[in-house]
């Protein structure tokens, strides 16, 4: 009887802050029967070679090839599963109208329980084979399809948090795609609640409910007000969206008085376990709340691009001491990948430092100290996802679970421009984080557990 489930031997990238990666050369990667990284061994450890040729030649150890590496896998903050059908299309108008031309329409068609198993089946493979390993959901306002996305993730393998999405208000949201009242949405979110909680007890990598009001200009204060007390109430995961763009925000602040963020305190709804999306035009009051109340920003760098009007300064927040992860927000941003939503947060980061417009003398045209770097990206991908979700993932470090993807640079085919031997393996890093294409992806692993594998 071996002391661990399985042992992996190979080099990992992983973060080690917000601004820094470290790399772990040849190590071994020992986990528990639950999933868990229970040590993580460097080859001048004491004990390294006698554990590895304990397990070496077993079925319990897999060595990498030359030419993989390991990282962690990603963590997708935001995602609206049922847009998933229009993705890469519809993104020529304003947020507004995007919802009311082609979102609502679309996102009606969910009560249909055997379309939404075809495409969120599809969806949640998409997200595995591009390597992200948790995702954080929108499903629409139906609940039984949204219990059915939590029950694809379940089986599938990825750790999925889904929230049945509430917009309960008349005035804001079509006759054909809306909850009932406030009663209505609350009742069929707790009852949502509690069934994807005793799902949970069968799903290794967990799965976990989320209240999930779309925005403050979609919901009634009484439902808002009575999501807050939900979440309280079952200790679960909260998600909307906060002050993406011009109008939404200028929408609450004339509809309450408030600004986005205090209005959302103010209905219970920060906290430890919240992730706000986009969070553009937050002031530094805002950024301060976030902090305080240790809600975090899903930042969605493609879909801002679209929607948001701006470029969010995302480096101020996380200085400020915000957490931040990324999202993809499918299908306000077209790709499902976080290596491309991680490569745009560099790239929209540099456009804010250096400005857009060409007839502004240099000095002008941009918000100095505002760019990111690619390790920094990564972080927010990883690490910075577990912890705006308050899980142990998103790390290759003892005590996180084995949420991992194996890379391949030197896939026939696919090959990542790497000559002669001895490159930095930060530059390799590098190439990666920019260079990679899902079929460089070969395996997926979520809690120990394989769950996707190219042939
Ligand atoms: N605000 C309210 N709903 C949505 C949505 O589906 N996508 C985006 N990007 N913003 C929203
Ligand atoms: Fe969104």
């Known amino acids: 009887m071996k002391a661990f489930a399985r042992v992996f031997q190979g080099t990992a990238f992983t973060a080690r802050s917000p601004k820094e990666i470290e790399i772990l050369k040849d190590y071994l990667f020992c986990l528990n029967e639950q999933g868990v990284i229970a040590r993580a061994i460097a080859p001048d450890a004491a004990d390294y070679a006698s554990l590895r040729d304990a397990y070496a030649g077993t079925a319990q150890y897999h060595r990498l090839a030359p030419g993989q590496y390991l990282l962690p896998g990603f963590v997708d903050l935001h995602v609206h599963a049922p847009q998933w059908a229009q993705s890469g299309t519809a993104l020529d108008i304003p947020l507004y109208d995007w919802l009311h031309t082609y979102t609502f329409p679309l996102e009606s068609k969910f009560a249909d329980p055997d379309f939404a198993a075809e495409v969120y089946e599809d969806l949640v493979s998409a997200l595995l084979a591009n390597g992200t390993t948790t995702a954080l959901y929108f499903a629409t306002i139906h609940k039984e399809s949204s219990l059915l996305l939590a029950e694809i993730c379940a089986r599938k393998g990825q750790r999925g948090l889904v929230g049945k999405v509430v917009m309960d208000d008349p005035a804001q949201n079509p006759d054909y795609y809306r909850d009932a009242d406030a009663a209505s949405a609350l009742a069929d979110t707790e009852a949502f609640i509690v069934a994807v909680k005793a799902l949970a007890k069968t799903a290794k990598q967990g799965v976990y409910p989320v209240v999930t009001p ?230 997926v692993w979520v809690q120990g557990e394989r769950v996707h594998a190219r042939a």
Not at 347 to 361: A, Y
Request: hydrophobic share 40%; aromatic share 8%.
């Open 214 to 443: 779309r925005f403050i200009p979609s919901c009634t204060d009484e439902v808002l007000k009575g999501l807050g007390e939900l979440a309280a109430k079952h200790d679960t995961h909260v998600q909307s969206h906060c002050s993406e763009s011009d109008w939404a925000h200028g929408h609450v602040l004339a509809r309450t008085g408030k600004r986005d963020a205090s209005a959302l305190r103010d209905f219970g709804l920060l906290g430890d376990k919240s992730v706000m999306a986009h969070c553009n035009f937050l002031d530094e009051d805002d950024a301060a709340l976030f902090a305080e109340t240790g809600t975090a920003i899903g930042h969605c760098p493609i879909s801002n691009a679209y929607f948001a009007g701006s470029v969010i300064p995302i480096a101020r927040w996380i200085d400020k001491g915000v957490e931040v992860g990324l999202g993809s927000d499918v299908s306000g941003g077209y790709s499902p990948s976080l290596y491309d939503n991680a490569r745009q947060a560099v790239i929209s980061s540099r456009m804010l430092e250096d400005g857009v417009d060409p007839s502004l003398p240099a000095d002008a045209r941009g918000v100095p100290a505002s760019r990111i770097t690619i390790d920094e990206a990564f972080y927010l991908a990883t690490a910075g996802g577990g912890e705006a979700l308050s899980l142990p993932i998103g790390r290759l470090a003892e005590g996180y679970a084995w949420d991992a993807q194996i890379v391949d640079i030197a896939l026939a085919g696919a090959r990542l421009p790497v000559f002669g031997e001895g490159e930095p393996l930060h530059e390799i890093f590098q190439k990666i984080m920019y260079l990679v294409r899902p079929e460089n992806i070969r395996e």
